[in-house]
């Protein structure tokens, strides 16, 4: 079994920063890509930041040049930096990986969310 831990979330204030991790554990051979999604109250979830195993990083263009996303392949964890937050990121941030498991299987693990509550 592969679990998705997240930690980091919590109250912040608009304009202020905030960091999530999320550590992936299990019966895990590699990761390929791990991301970042968000879910806004009565919205669709959203790609918000993808990176590969390499260290490839992509962004939704509307949060471009506010958030950063970083991996250590040895902890496998990913970090999400969010700074400049506004009331419109207010959302549920789940993490997701791409998991080769040791038994050779590929499946996409999901971490059950935290909650980014941004105040104005």
Do not use: F
């Not at 999400?80 to 993490?95: F, G, M, P, R």
Request: hydrophobic share 35%.
């Amino acid at each position: 079994q592969v679990q998705l831990v997240e930690a980091g979330g919590g109250l912040v204030q608009a304009g202020g920063s905030l960091g999530l991790s999320c550590a992936a554990s299990g019966s895990i051979a590699s990761i390929n890509a791990m991301g970042w999604y968000r879910q806004a109250p009565g919205k669709q979830r959203e790609s918000v930041a993808l990176i590969t195993s390499g260290g490839s990083t992509d962004y939704a263009d509307s949060v471009k040049g506010r958030l950063t996303i970083s991996r250590d392949n040895r902890k496998k964890t990913v970090y999400l930096q969010v700074n400049s937050l506004k009331a419109e990121d207010t959302a549920v941030y789940y993490c997701k990986a791409e998991v080769r498991r040791r038994d050779y299987s590929r499946i996409d693990y999901w971490g059950k969310g935290t909650l980014i509550p941004v105040s104005s």
